[in-house]
């Protein structure tokens, strides 16, 4: 399995940007996809994860505090992709961005992947 992911840049503050990762490979089931962060010197954080539930229905996000209300976290479930919406990006946004993403290869199994990071710098 790989984790693709694009989408970082440069912006001004109050700006945008939307992330992407597709995953591809050996997949039976995608349990979780999300993105978490680094920044310089810092521990890497839990940014927004989307969860799959039994049914559609049961689906589940959840976001950091830091960033709830300006990001926005979406699957496209077809594509096996996971998206980050990114507005009023703040300076203290700036990181290393990665996707991650639990998948099951089989019935019995479950895996923890990671993308390349790809870097969001938010200048003031």
């Known amino acids: 399995v790989q984790l693709q992911a694009s989408g970082g840049g440069l912006v001004q503050a109050g700006g945008s940007l939307r992330l992407s990762c597709a995953a591809s490979?050996?997949?039976?089931?995608?349990?979780?996809m999300g993105w978490y962060r680094q920044a310089p010197g810092k521990q890497r954080e839990l940014v927004a994860v989307a969860t799959t539930g039994t049914m559609l229905s049961d689906d589940m996000t959840n976001y950091a505090d830091a960033v709830k209300g300006r990001f926005t976290i979406s699957r496209d479930y077809a594509k096996n992709t996971v998206y980050l919406q990114m507005n009023s990006l703040k300076p203290e946004d700036t990181a290393v961005y990665y996707c991650?993403?639990?998948?099951?290869?089989?019935?019995?199994?479950?895996?923890?992947?990671w993308g390349q990071g790809t870097l969001v710098t938010v200048s003031s």
């Open positions: 490979g050996s997949i039976l089931r995608i349990n979780a």
């Open positions: 991650n993403a639990q998948i099951s290869g089989s019935p019995w199994d479950s895996n923890d992947y």
